[in-house]
């Protein structure tokens, strides 16, 4: 993790120059567009950064096997503590990359008949997963290393790195392009080679050089944010934690510790909107349904803003706040389909609203020992992942309420970040998802879930 050097007492901000930002900027591109060789090498955010420092120094994570997975850390050799238990039917073998930093290991026979299970682990040997985004075929994984790998198929397909700050969120477009957002406060831009197959490089950020000059030399522009401290409003100042996509409209939607949520038009990569949206740090927001927009804090609120036309211009108002409290609003996940919106806090409990009913409390889920960290919507599937290190899989049913079908607990860190693809029919199955969950305990799991597979808890 990349963290900014404290501010000297007695420094007063000047807005940048012309010349200071080219040469950062220059700097910054001279080193973003290099491609990594496929084979080279507020829950609460203090706790989660404690728990990253006192767990970087291990060589690999202690894990514990469950009756869905004997996969190991080829480094981790202590067989004394490991519980006595059947043997899996799945193989046990991996297959690492000796001059990368992940190693993938599989289950090659895995039964494709099997509801839910594990399929697959990749272990990162250093520093921890912080974010995902699945398209396709193909997995971006981004964590401290300020790296973003890109996995094909579950093998090492390629990556691209940025000069700082760690990735704390990864979207993707249909158009092949990803936005990342960075410890940093900086969102960059990445497109992938249409001539030259797994090369990515960076063609952007935002807010573009252009608008970022054009609103410098205007004092109106900036806001102060402590005391002798100015910055432009179209840029975030701390870390951008969440990111989320409307392609349908052409927007973005970014969410920071600097408490604003911004809007960027995707076509020319321009601020339109930067809002004041919370009291601390904005921990994840959500495009939903009827041009809503979720946001959730660690000042403990859920807000909802509303799309609207102002003359000409777009612009979004605070429609309603659906929770004020004191644990920390952690996750979020939207259902566009059953216009449902969840809502994972720092407590361990989801709770949810339902849009038909003009977003009525719908109930709590409850499932989790410690904080929810993540929430991901697969079809009529909403999971979530835990600092207890599990991950529980829901389904609503058509009445409106929801079952717990399995608790995944392969992971002996925190959950991070979940996200997931389908898988496709197969043999007439529907529902069938592939579940990607990233870690602190450095390693990013594979699983299938299914969305008819039988409760285990009513």
């Given at each position: 993790m990349v963290i900014a050097a404290a501010e000297t007492s007695g420094t007063h901000h000047r807005r940048p120059t012309f010349?200071?930002?080219?040469?950062?900027?220059?700097?910054e591109q001279s080193h973003a567009a290099d491609v990594i060789d496929p084979t080279s090498t507020s829950v609460n955010n203090q706790q989660l950064q404690s728990y990253a420092s006192t767990t970087s120094g291990e060589s690999s994570p202690n894990q514990v096997p469950s009756p869905w997975n004997q996969t190991y850390s080829p480094y981790y050799t202590d067989t004394t503590t490991t519980p006595t238990m059947s043997p899996s039917p799945w193989s046990q073998t991996y297959s690492p990359y000796y001059k990368s930093p992940w190693i993938y290991q599989t289950t090659p026979n895995v039964d494709d008949d099997s509801d839910n299970g594990l399929v697959g682990t990749i272990v990162r040997q250093e520093g921890h997963v912080y974010s995902l985004a699945a398209s396709g075929d193909l997995l971006f994984t981004g964590s401290d290393s300020k790296n973003v790998r890109v996995w094909k198929d579950l093998k090492d397909f390629a990556g691209f790195k940025s000069t700082s700050g760690s990735v704390k969120a990864i979207v993707t477009t249909g158009n092949n392009r990803i936005f990342t957002g960075h410890q940093d406060g900086k969102i960059r831009i990445w497109r992938g080679s249409k001539k030259r197959t797994g090369v990515y490089s960076r063609i952007g950020s935002l807010p573009s050089t252009k608008e970022f000059l054009t609103k410098s030399v205007n004092p109106k522009n900036y806001v102060q944010v402590r005391r002798h401290k100015n910055v432009l409003k179209i840029r975030h100042y701390d870390a951008v934690s969440c990111l989320s996509l409307n392609e349908e409209l052409g927007?973005?939607?970014?969410?920071?510790?600097?408490?604003?949520?911004?809007?960027?038009?995707?076509?020319?990569?321009?601020?339109?909107?930067?809002?004041?949206?919370?009291?601390?740090?904005?921990?994840?927001?959500?495009?939903?349904?009827?041009?809503l927009v979720f946001t959730g804090s660690a000042d403990g609120t859920l807000k909802v803003w509303k799309r609207e036309l102002q003359g000409k211009r777009t612009k979004h108002f605070l429609a309603n706040v659906l929770m004020k409290q004191e644990n920390a609003v952690t996750a979020l996940a939207v259902n566009l389909t059953a216009c449902v919106v969840y809502s994972g806090t720092s407590d361990g409990s989801v709770n949810f609203w339902e849009g038909k009913k003009y977003l009525s409390h719908g109930g709590i889920l409850r499932g989790h020992r410690m904080a929810v960290l993540c929430l991901a919507a697969a079809?009529?599937?909403?999971?979530?992942?835990?600092?207890?290190?599990?991950?529980?899989?829901?389904?609503?049913?058509?009445?409106?309420?929801?079952?717990?079908?399995?608790?995944?607990?392969?992971?002996?860190?925190?959950?991070?970040c979940l996200t997931a693809v389908e898988e496709g029919e197969k043999d007439g199955n529907e529902g069938r998802w592939i579940v990607y969950s990233g870690s602190l305990d450095k390693s990013v799991k594979v699983w299938r879930v299914t969305e008819t597979a039988p409760p285990v808890i009513g």
């Open positions: 010349a200071a930002f080219l040469n950062t900027d220059e700097e927007l973005l939607y970014s969410g920071s510790w600097d408490k604003t949520l911004k809007v960027w038009r995707l076509s020319d990569s321009k601020c339109l909107e930067s809002i004041q949206a919370h009291d601390d740090a904005v921990n994840t927001v959500a495009a939903g349904f009827d041009d079809g009529s599937l909403v999971l979530s992942g835990g600092a207890d290190k599990n991950i529980c899989v829901w389904r609503r049913n058509g009445d409106g309420s929801h079952s717990c079908l399995s608790v995944l607990t392969d992971h002996v860190g925190p959950v991070k």
